[in-house]
């Protein structure tokens, strides 16, 4: 229903990015790296030795050793990560599909079917148990929230396996660590993660940090940053840029800002980064297209010692995820595999872990045609009542309003008015929408009306952004009625968003037009 028409405009601009989707499908490519021979589709990969079995033939064994996408060491034959399913809260260990080789990925589905699932706990593959769990409240943010098991399906070898896909609010930790440096012994470490998912916030974070949550210090941490926040300039490009978090400063070298003006960051899919640290006057940071080529070596020289405090460093030996030192966890990212060794790794094994990666073969999920309601699939939402038909369902500042977009419509409300169909949050059997520009993002209402907002994890909220389809009650296109208000369906009213029903006490609720601006047409989407 149209009862006065407005036009706002959205008051900042995300730095987005080609989002997951645009994840390259490579699982085909055969490539020769390091000795190598990358996993074809849906064969083994158990023959070749995995990124710690390197670290530790070069002298610098891993200490820890995660990942939800495959064997980290070829002899590993445990689980890699645990997952709990909202129908009953019970758990269940995904582990590989034979020593050495992918993700179970098809244990997940079948546990998961017609519910959703949260990663619980992400194994460590050594013999030290440094198991990563939703990280505890910090010295900033509360208690994290795990991350959502299904939300980041890529392909591996062939295989189809799940990241890690961390939005605010969601991280990991284990504050009682067996074997990873302290105080300024030396350590090494490597993560595979994505430069089309990321965001200025702190800290997405993977390595060393505080046993207590707390900001203790400069030079408490010693974890790989990868995002926006630049947070000495000058940062040069756009990023996002792989940094040291040595605690109290995110360092792309031991002046803070970037001393290398070829360093604008990396958007590549995947992304092997690599940051060393000998404790007391000599840190390095690289980074690299995880599908092709080699390390880019970003930053190698001595430790900060202005401002002080980081040359010796001051290791505490905990680990962490997704979440700065203090647990800072308003950041965003990808995570697929990573590593912690003892001992300061040679550039010859860094070479080598990351041929290793590349050999994997990482890719995007299987591509999913545009304009479907098919899990994957980019669309938009064309409104249908007669009023309106040149309306779509996009964001602006936040709340999910209708506009007018055409082709002649400038690129932000094209993607600002384009969602990425996903697996419903709370019921896998219906959808979620997933911000074309903003990534983890999600259409969801909250007191009946309809915004875009980070998605936290909690159950309500996962709740409030599954909406199940079906037939337009107009009898045109599709309607898409509330997983918890299963009366209400999403509906225009004077080019708001709302879950309304077809009579009530709201004036949404109105029952004039309420079978037309309830019906949808799913179309190829603005941006794609
Ligand atoms: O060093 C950057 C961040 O600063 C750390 O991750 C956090 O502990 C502090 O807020």
């Avoid at 070069?58 to 590993?76: D, E, I, K, W």
């Avoid at 990241?163 to 012994?185: E, L």
């Avoid at 030996?317 to 790794?345: C, K, R, V, Y």
């Amino acid at each position: 229903m149209l009862l006065s028409p407005r036009t706002r405009r959205s008051a900042f601009r995300f730095d987005s990015d080609k989002l997951r989707r645009t994840l390259l499908a490579t699982g085909a490519t055969l490539v020769v790296a390091a000795g190598l021979i990358a996993a074809s589709p849906g064969t083994s990969f158990a023959a070749g030795p995995g990124t710690c079995d390197i670290y530790a033939s070069n002298g610098t064994p891993c200490v820890a050793a995660h990942s939800t996408t495959r064997a980290l060491f070829q002899a590993y034959n445990g689980n890699l990560y645990q997952v709990r399913r909202a129908s009953d809260n019970t758990t269940r260990n995904i582990g590989v599909l034979a020593a050495g080789d992918f993700a179970n990925a098809a244990s997940q589905d079948s546990f998961c079917a017609n519910t959703t699932c949260v990663i619980t706990i992400i194994y460590d593959q050594t013999s030290r148990h440094n198991d990563l769990t939703p990280a505890p409240p910090g010295g900033v943010g509360g208690q994290d929230n795990p991350a959502p098991a299904d939300a980041l399906p890529v392909t591996a070898g062939g295989h189809n396996v799940y990241g890690i896909s961390i939005s605010g609010i969601m991280g990991y930790r284990d504050n009682s660590t067996s074997g990873i440096a302290t105080g300024s012994q030396p350590e090494g470490m490597y993560a595979v993660m994505s430069g089309t998912h990321f965001n200025n916030r702190c800290c997405f974070d993977y390595g060393n940090a505080e046993t207590n949550n707390l900001d203790n210090g400069n030079g408490h941490m010693d974890a790989i940053y990868f995002g926006t926040l630049c947070w000495f300039s000058p940062c040069n490009g756009a990023g996002p840029w792989i940094m040291a978090d040595l605690e109290n400063g995110l360092f792309q070298s031991n002046t803070g800002g970037s001393q290398n003006s070829g360093n604008t960051g990396n958007r590549n899919p995947f992304v092997t980064t690599t940051l060393k640290n000998n404790g007391t006057n000599f840190f390095a940071l690289k980074d690299g297209n995880a599908q092709s080529g080699g390390l880019s070596t970003r930053f190698s020289g001595a430790l900060p010692t202005s401002p002080s405090g980081y040359s010796p460093m001051r290791k505490e030996g905990a680990i962490i995820l997704g979440i700065g030192g203090d647990n800072s966890n308003t950041a965003i990212g990808s995570f697929f595999e990573g590593a912690m060794t003892q001992g300061l790794p040679s550039d010859s094994a860094e070479n080598q872990v990351h041929a290793n990666v590349v050999s994997v073969g990482y890719g995007g999920p299987s591509p999913v045609a545009a304009g479907t309601l098919n899990p994957g699939s980019t669309i938009s939402l064309r409104a249908t009542t007669a009023c309106c038909t040149t309306r779509y369902i996009r964001h602006q500042n936040g709340n999910a309003v209708t506009s007018v977009i055409s082709s002649g419509s400038s690129a932000l409300d094209k993607a600002d008015g384009s969602w990425i169909v996903r697996r419903g949050l709370a019921n896998n059997s219906c959808v979620s929408f997933e911000s074309r520009n903003f990534p983890g993002d999600f259409l969801r209402h909250q007191n009946f009306q309809l915004f875009k907002q980070p998605m936290d994890g909690s159950a309500l909220f996962r709740q409030d952004a599954t909406f199940c389809p079906q037939a337009g009650r107009s009898g045109t296109g599709t309607s898409f009625a509330s997983l918890n208000f299963p009366t209400r369906f999403i509906r225009h009213f004077n080019n708001t968003l709302y879950i309304a029903s077809n009579g009530g006490s709201n004036a949404f609720d109105n029952t004039a037009s309420w079978a037309a601006d309830v019906s949808w047409v799913v179309s190829s989407p603005w941006t794609p």
